[in-house]
């Protein structure tokens, strides 16, 4: 019975978590994009302001039933997401589902936001959704490369058994360093960094998918953000540093892990969606594939 | 906009609230309403070169939590920065109606306060107060990037007070402001948006909601149809 309990817990406990370390990335995103642009920057609360100013617009737009169950989609792809990624003192149900698992329900939010931007028939949201879909079967492929090739070297696709073996042995990153540097490029695609964000691109299609968001919807697109930077992070921290032994190591290992891309973003332009393509397939698939022939 | 009886009315107007906590709840959002602005510019004059010294590292707007966004959807704040012609008030117009309230109108530079050096011009606007709800005007031919910090933090200031609230004026008065309106633009002006049923949606009308010339604007409205999908080969 207290498993129960205590596993029920969990499932609520670990979004929770997500969200506001989430919170503490996106303020660091921006800290770090106003400190490279010696600005000041945003104040520390700046992420919930603008989350509860957004949930707090007197009127709202909505574009149908599936616009509204698009979002929930979106969202809810990533708090299912959270209780499969094990933290310290916490693992949900992660030895249940595993990495497979783990990379299936990641694509839910992409494809809800695909239909909920349907809906909308705004030109540019459709044009920003379909460059988002192309971009994720640009990035899926490398990723699942690096997924695969992980999981062969573990001989295990629990994420649990993976953090397990390399706080006993050695980080992931020093035993397979070929698959850490594609899997480190396919999350910069994941995270949508630049170079890799023209589905947003504020300035030709008015940030695309969310053109048409207004208050909660684009609330809720401000919460999915908070969970994808820290689903992003935490992932690759399982795969190849070892996870966390305890809470401190692992904020650490995740802020830094989620710090890289966001760093190398602010130094780029942005490549167009075939050209994205051409390179995830290439340069990221090409490391993984050589890093699998040592794995093997 | 016929189908906004799906959304929840956000009922403030004249019903008590049950929930004790409410005052407070308020004041919170009110609080992040001030602190959090994203901000349409219609950089329609020569005020607009004053912005890009406001946003970025010389005088960061991002400390007061104000930055920009791209589509009227999401933005919180419209700055019109300069003369606004009879032409570009269409489109401003038709950019504030798809904004999402509560709303908040800046005027920069004397040209929207009254015309300023195009007094004389016949294709001009004048008083930008006429045709929109303005919350706060920054006089100055043109205003520095100090006098438009000035000017937001007053915004601030009046959003946080529970002042920031010309929004609502438009849909109370909106007789008053269509007049105005088609004044200008002649009396088969119409937007895509629908304000008045808007304003009955949200609880927000008043007996200046409807008048003459929301009866004009009905005998010639016509319906809004989708654009036609034509593909050139």
Request: glycine residues 10%.
């Given at each position: 019975?207290?498993?129960v309990t205590e596993l029920l817990a969990e499932l609520l406990l670990m979004p929770f978590i997500a969200f506001v370390v989430?919170?503490?990335?996106?303020?660091?995103?921006?800290?770090?994009?106003?400190?490279?642009?010696?600005r000041i920057g945003p104040p520390l609360l700046q992420p919930i302001y603008d989350?509860?100013?957004?949930?707090?617009?007197?009127?709202?737009?909505?574009?149908?039933?599936?616009?509204?169950?698009?979002?929930?989609?979106?969202?809810?792809?990533y708090v299912a997401a959270e209780i499969f990624l094990p933290v310290p003192g916490m693992d949900g149900i992660a030895d249940k589902g595993g990495i497979i698992t783990l990379s299936y329900v990641l694509m839910v939010p992409s494809l809800g936001l695909a239909l909920g931007v349907g809906q909308c028939a705004n030109p540019n949201g459709s044009i920003g959704i379909s460059r988002a879909l192309t971009a994720m079967l640009a990035y899926d492929i490398p990723f699942i490369i690096v997924v695969f090739?992980?999981?062969?070297?573990?001989?295990?696709?629990?994420?649990?058994?993976?953090?397990?073996?390399?706080?006993?042995?050695?980080?992931?990153?020093?035993?397979?360093?070929?698959?850490?540097?594609?899997?480190?490029?396919?999350?910069?695609?994941?995270?949508?960094?630049?170079?890799?964000?023209?589905?947003?691109?504020?300035?030709?299609?008015?940030?695309?998918?969310?053109?048409?968001?207004?208050?909660?919807?684009?609330?809720?697109?401000?919460?999915?953000?908070?969970?994808?930077?820290?689903?992003?992070?935490?992932?690759?921290?399982?795969?190849?540093?070892?996870?966390?032994?305890?809470?401190?190591?692992?904020?650490?290992?995740?802020?830094?892990v989620v710090a890289i891309p966001m760093?190398?973003?602010?130094?780029?332009?942005?490549?167009?969606?075939?050209?994205?393509?051409?390179?995830?397939w290439k340069w990221p698939v090409m490391v993984a594939l050589i890093g699998i022939a040592f794995v093997l | 906009m016929s189908k906004i009886g799906n959304?929840?009315?956000?009922?403030?107007?004249?019903?008590?609230?049950?929930?004790?906590?409410?005052?407070?709840?308020?004041?919170?959002?009110?609080?992040?309403?001030?602190?959090?602005?994203?901000?349409?510019?219609?950089c329609t004059g020569c005020g607009a070169i004053e912005l890009p010294p406001a946003m970025t590292s010389r005088f960061d707007m991002e400390r007061l939590g104000i930055q920009p966004m791209v589509t009227p959807r999401q933005a919180d704040i419209l700055l019109i920065t300069g003369y606004v012609s009879v032409k570009t008030l269409k489109r401003v117009i038709l950019t504030y109606e798809q904004m999402q309230s509560p709303k908040y109108v800046i005027g920069i530079c004397s040209c929207t306060v009254n015309g300023g050096m195009y007094w004389q011009s016949y294709a001009t606007a004048k008083v930008l107060n006429e045709y929109l709800p303005v919350d706060v005007y920054i006089a100055g031919c043109m205003p520095r990037p100090e006098a438009v910090i000035e000017g937001l933090r007053r915004l601030m200031g009046n959003i946080e007070n529970g002042k920031g609230i010309a929004w609502k004026d438009y849909f109370q008065r909106y007789d008053h402001y269509l007049g105005n309106q088609q004044h200008l633009f002649g009396n088969d002006w119409q937007t895509p948006?629908?304000?008045?049923?808007?304003?009955?949606?949200?609880?927000?009308?008043?007996?200046?909601?409807?008048?003459?010339?929301?009866?004009?604007?009905?005998?010639?409205?016509?319906?809004?149809?989708?654009?036609?999908?034509?593909?050139?080969l």
């Open positions: 019975m207290t498993s989430g919170l503490a990335m996106v303020l660091m995103y921006r800290k770090i994009a106003a400190r490279l642009q010696r989350i509860v100013k957004l949930y707090g617009k007197e009127t709202q737009i909505s574009h149908g039933l599936i616009h509204d169950i698009g979002l929930v989609m979106a969202v809810g792809g090739g992980v999981a062969t070297h573990y001989q295990s696709t629990s994420l649990v058994g993976m953090i397990e073996y390399q706080q006993i042995h050695q980080w992931g990153i020093f035993e397979m360093p070929l698959l850490a540097v594609a899997g480190l490029f396919a999350l910069q695609g994941m995270m949508g960094k630049q170079p890799f964000e023209i589905y947003v691109a504020p300035a030709e299609i008015a940030t695309g998918p969310m053109v048409e968001m207004s208050g909660k919807y684009m609330g809720g697109l401000f919460v999915m953000q908070t969970f994808q930077l820290y689903t992003a992070g935490v992932l690759y921290t399982s795969l190849f540093l070892g996870g966390g032994a305890n809470w401190f190591e692992f904020l650490v290992k995740i802020f830094i760093s190398v973003a602010l130094v780029f332009p942005r490549y167009r969606t075939e050209d994205m393509v051409r390179i995830m | 959304i929840p009315v956000n009922a403030q107007n004249g019903k008590k609230r049950t929930n004790p906590l409410a005052g407070v709840f308020d004041e919170l959002v009110q609080f992040c309403q001030s602190r959090s602005m994203f901000m349409l510019h219609y948006t629908d304000i008045i049923g808007e304003a009955r949606h949200y609880g927000l009308e008043t007996e200046q909601t409807c008048g003459e010339h929301s009866r004009i604007l009905e005998q010639h409205q016509q319906p809004l149809e989708p654009y036609k999908m034509r593909i050139k």
